[in-house]
C-alpha cells in the first residue's frame, strides 16, 4: 500500500516553522465540544445519578435503570478473571508486578531535620484518601491501562480507589475486570465520558466524590477534567499517542517500521515521526512500512495517523538529531542507535526515553515497569509521567523551641511591619524572650 508521509529535511528552509506546524496540536476542544461538555458536567452536578444514567443511556446506548446497575462488584470482577485465560492472567500479574516494583522506588518518605536550637522543620506525606481511575473503553478496552493507573495509587497507600470504564452497548471487557482485580481496585462503576468525571468530582447518591481524578480518556472526558480542576485534582491532560525515533540507520528497518505503527494504530490523531542522518535508510523504513501495512488489522487508523500527522525528517547529524529531539518533547522518544547512554545525556525533553535497538516503546506500554501514562503533545517541556507522587501530597511541618521562636520573631516583625500587618507582627514579638 503507497503510503504518502511527508518528508523533511533539516537544512531545508522554514524547516523550523514546518516542524511547528507538523506538531501543533489542540489537546482541549473546540467550542461545540466545550459547551456539550459543560452541560453534562453542570446537569451531572444538579441532578446526581438520575443525569449519569440518563447520559450513559443516550451516549453508551444502555438500557439503565436503576444506579444500582452502575456498580461491578468484587466478587463479579474475580468471576471474570476466571473467565480470562490462564496465560492472559499470569501476563497480567507480572506487569502488575513490575509495574508495582518499579514505582516503589518513587516512594518518598516524610523527612525532617533539628536546629541547634531545637527547632524542628519538615515535611510530611500523605496518600490521598479517595482517588477516581477514569479507563478509556469508548473505542478499544485498555487493561493495561489500569494497571498503570492503579498501581502507582496502591504504592502510594491511596485509601480508596475508585474505578470508572465505559462499556458501549452493555459490553463488558473480562480483561479489564480481571486487571481492576489484579490490581486491587475497591469499587467499579460501568460509566465513562464527561458524566463519568463530574460524577467523581461532585459525588452522586451512588457514585463516591473523589479528591483526584487520573487516567487518559477521549476530548470529552480531556474536557470534563479540565474543567472539574479546582473541584478536585488532576493528573494531567493527555492527547493522542505519539512516538519519535532516532535511528542511526543501523537497526533492522522492519522493527522501526512496526515501532512506528505501534503508536500510528491508537488513534488517526496520533502521531509517529523518525529521524535520521541516513536518508537510505529513511526510504528502507518507508518501504518496510508500505509492505508491512498490509499485514495490519488497523492498516486504516495506522495509514490515517501517519498521512495526517506522521513524518521522515532528515538531518545532517545525530548532534542535530538529539536538539530537535528536544523541540519535539515527545511522549515517546526511542533512541535506536549506538551508545543511547551517552546520547540520553543531551536529551531534556521526553515523557519516556527507550534507549536502544532492543528497546521498543511496546514493552514500555505494558510491562517494563515505568508509567505509561505520559505527557503528550509537547507537555513533557514541564510535567513527568504519571507516578507515586500524584497520589501523594505534602504538609510542612514546623515545630519552634522558645529560643527558636525568638530568633524568627526578630526576623518576622519588621517583615510583618513593612506589610502593614500589625496583628502578625505582635503575633511574633509575643514570643521574644524578655532577656535575648
Ligand atoms: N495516554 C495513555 O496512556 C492512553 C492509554 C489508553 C488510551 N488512550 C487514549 O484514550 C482515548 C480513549 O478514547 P475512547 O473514545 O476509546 O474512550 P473514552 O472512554 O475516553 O470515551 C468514551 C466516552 O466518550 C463519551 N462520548 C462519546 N461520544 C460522545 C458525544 N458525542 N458526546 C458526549 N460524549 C461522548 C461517551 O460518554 C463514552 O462513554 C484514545 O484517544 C486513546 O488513544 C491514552
Ligand atoms: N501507548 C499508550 C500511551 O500513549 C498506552 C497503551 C495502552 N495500550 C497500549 N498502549
Ligand atoms: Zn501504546
Given amino acids: 500500500m503507497n503510503l504518502n508521509i511527508r518528508e523533511f529535511s533539516s537544512s531545508s528552509d522554514g524547516f523550523r516553522s514546518d516542524l511547528e506546524s507538523l506538531l501543533a496540536w489542540d489537546s482541549v476542544s473546540d467550542a461545540g465540544v466545550q459547551k456539550a461538555v459543560a452541560d453534562i458536567v453542570e446537569q451531572v452536578r444538579l441532578n446526581g445519578d ?21 456498580e461491578i462488584t468484587r466478587e463479579e470482577l474475580a468471576l471474570a478473571k476466571g473467565r480470562v485465560s490462564a496465560e492472559l492472567v499470569a501476563s497480567l500479574e507480572a506487569a502488575a508486578k513490575r509495574v508495582h516494583d518499579y514505582h516503589e522506588r518513587q516512594k518518598q518518605p516524610s523527612w525532617q531535620y533539628q536546629e541547634n536550637d531545637g527547632t524542628v522543620l519538615g515535611q510530611k506525606v500523605t496518600p490521598l484518601d479517595r482517588v477516581g481511575v477514569y479507563v478509556p473503553g469508548g473505542k478499544a478496552a485498555y487493561p493495561s491501562s489500569v494497571l498503570m493507573n492503579v498501581m502507582p495509587a496502591k504504592v502510594a497507600g491511596v485509601g480508596e480507589i475508585i474505578m470508572v470504564v465505559p462499556t458501549p452497548d452493555g459490553l463488558v471487557n473480562d480483561i479489564v475486570l480481571a486487571a481492576a482485580y489484579i490490581a486491587g481496585v475497591d469499587r467499579v462503576f460501568t460509566i465513562g465520558g464527561a458524566q463519568a468525571v463530574a460524577a467523581l468530582a461532585y459525588g452522586t447518591a451512588t457514585i463516591p466524590k473523589v479528591d483526584k481524578i487520573v487516567g487518559p480518556g477521549n476530548i470529552y472526558v480531556a474536557t470534563a477534567k479540565k474543567m472539574v480542576f479546582g473541584v478536585v485534582g488532576i493528573d494531567m491532560i493527555a492527547g493522542p499517542s505519539e512516538i519519535l525515533v532516532v535511528c542511526d540507520g543501523k537497526t533492522d528497518p522492519d522493527w522501526i517500521a512496526m515501532d512506528l505503527f505501534s503508536q500510528a494504530e491508537h488513534d488517526e490523531d ?15 523504513v518507508k518501504a518496510s512500512m508500505e509492505r508491512l501495512i498490509e499485514t495490519q488489522s ?22 542535530e538529531a538529539m536538539d530537535i529531539a528536544n ?7 526511542e533512541l535506536s542507535i549506538d551508545e543511547p547512554e551517552k546520547w540520553v545525556e543531551k536529551i531534556r525533553h521526553a515523557g519516556a526515553i527507550f534507549m536502544g535497538r532492543h528497546t521498543p516503546e511496546a514493552l514500555g506500554d505494558y510491562c517494563a515497569g515505568p508509567n505509561h501514562v505520559l505527557p503528550t503533545s509537547g507537555t513533557a517541556r514541564f510535567s513527568s509521567p504519571l507516578g507515586v507522587y500524584d497520589f501523594q501530597k505534602r504538609s510542612s511541618l514546623i515545630y ?7 530568633t524568627l ?5 519588621p517583615l510583618a511591619r513593612g506589610e502593614s500587618l500589625e496583628a502578625h507582627a505582635m503575633s511574633a514579638e509575643y514570643r521574644i524572650l524578655k532577656d535575648s
Avoid: W
Avoid at 443516550?58 to 438500557?63: G, L, V
Avoid at 519552634?400 to 525568638?406: F, K
Fill in 270 to 284: 496520533a502521531q509517529s515521526i523518525l529521524i535520521s542522518p541516513d536518508m537510505a535508510f529513511i526510504k528502507e
Fill in 327 to 333: 523541540v519535539v518533547a515527545a511522549e515517546h522518544l
Fill in 50 to 70: 438520575q443525569a449519569v444514567i440518563e447520559f450513559t443511556n443516550r451516549f453508551d446506548r444502555r438500557h439503565v435503570v436503576s444506579s444500582s446497575e452502575l
Fill in 400 to 406: 519552634c523551641s522558645p529560643e527558636g521562636a525568638s
Fill in 409 to 413: 520573631a526578630k526576623i518576622a516583625s
Fill in 298 to 319: 488497523r492498516k486504516d487508523i495506522i495509514k490515517a495517523s501517519l498521512e495526517g500527522r506522521g513524518a521522515f525528517i532528515h538531518v545532517e547529524n545525530m548532534d
